[in-house]
């Protein structure tokens, strides 16, 4: 597993500012399951991962892997298999050479090269230049390389930016397969749509500070809203019923929408006072809305929506 203590990064950012990338953060990352790591852009994910994989050193704090600092390992492609930036492959290089040259360097034996690049499907363009390959091939040939240690830890930064829906699909599967077999897994992302098909539990981070640290299901229920809506034919009658008992109300078109009771109650409700209900349904918002919601007082770059122009 993972585990930071207190994790702090602090860069300095000319004329003798500095800020905390990453903020003090605690955080364990159990195996068995695909853990997302979330949050805007510059919120600290990269810097983090960079930190766990001992790339970067923290300004103070700890984390550790499997028990121990990561950069101690004797043998770190059999600890943690990283995808941190998919494109720093030699690109005159074929697949199965970059692998064969990665696995000699970190004494693996070469016949794992095979078994990676058909773990990932790579094997019948192994022999082809790795610059000639598409973004998803570079992606697969990023995680075979990840692979070769047959780590019981796997972090991937934004493993799916920029792929198709097809090459997402394969991360996502094969993320989940990886987690099924007891690995630990640890994937960043800043899309929070991705990340609810892809994670069972969430690590949300906001100018580098954790915001949630909970499963998919509690982080739906705490920051998901949810209202009911009411279709009926005597909606203002309906309304009033309902705004009688202190129940939030609002008109949308031909509906009505109710905050703070769940749909059954407010059937019944309106059973009592005999009004026909043509619709009864409970709505929530997406994940995106909560993820967005929970993270808007720490996004780093806000755009400026036209409306809002700039005043000259
Ligand atoms: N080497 C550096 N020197 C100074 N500041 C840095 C450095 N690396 C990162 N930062 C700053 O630290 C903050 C966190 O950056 P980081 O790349 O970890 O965020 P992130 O969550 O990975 O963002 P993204 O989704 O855009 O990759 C940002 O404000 C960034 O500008």
């Known amino acids: 597993m993972i585990r930071a203590h207190s994790l ?15 903020d003090g953060i605690d955080f ?21 991962m960079r930190m766990i994989l001992g790339l970067d050193a923290p300004t103070s704090g700890t984390v550790s892997v499997n028990g121990h600092r990561y950069a101690a390992s004797p043998a770190p ?15 005159g290089r074929s697949a199965r050479d970059h692998l064969r040259w990665m696995a000699a360097s970190n004494g693996i034996p070469t016949t ?44 991937l930064d934004e493993p799916v930016n920029g792929l198709d829906p097809e090459g997402i699909r394969w991360v996502r599967t094969f993320a989940r397969q990886l987690a099924d077999e007891g690995r630990t897994v640890f ?6 749509s991705e990340m609810a098909l892809m994670a069972d539990h969430l690590l949300v981070i906001g100018r580098g500070r954790i915001l949630a640290d909970c499963s998919m299901t509690e982080f739906m229920s705490d920051h998901a809203a ?15 019923v309902l705004g009688g008992r202190g129940l939030e109300v609002s008109r949308h078109d031909d509906e009505i929408r109710v905050v703070g009771l769940d ?31 929970l993270t808007a007082d720490s996004v780093e770059y806000h755009a400026i929506a036209p409306s809002e122009g700039v005043a000259r």
Do not use: C
Request: proline share 5%.
């Open 8 to 22: 702090t990064k602090r860069f300095t950012t000319g004329k003798g500012q500095s800020k905390n990338a990453v």
């Open 28 to 48: 364990v990352v159990e195996p068995g399951r695909v853990t997302g790591f979330l949050g805007p852009n510059g919120a600290g994910k990269s810097t983090t």
């Open 77 to 91: 492609l059999r600890e943690i298999g990283a995808l941190l930036d998919a494109h720093a492959i030699h690109p």
């Open 112 to 155: 794992r090269v095979g078994e990676v690049l058909e773990l990932v499907g790579l094997e019948p363009v192994a022999g082809q230049r790795a610059g000639r390959f598409s973004l998803g091939m570079g992606q697969r040939l990023g995680i075979a390389a990840a692979m070769l240690g047959d780590p019981p830890v796997v972090v």
């Open 187 to 192: 994937i960043s992302s800043h899309l929070m």
């Open 226 to 240: 949810s209202y009911v809506r009411v279709k009926a034919p005597a909606l203002a009658d309906a309304a009033a």
């Open 263 to 293: 749909a059954p109650s407010v059937g019944e409700l309106l059973f009592e006072h005999r009004l026909a209900v043509h619709e009864l349904t409970l709505v929530r918002s997406s994940l995106e809305d909560a993820f967005m919601g």
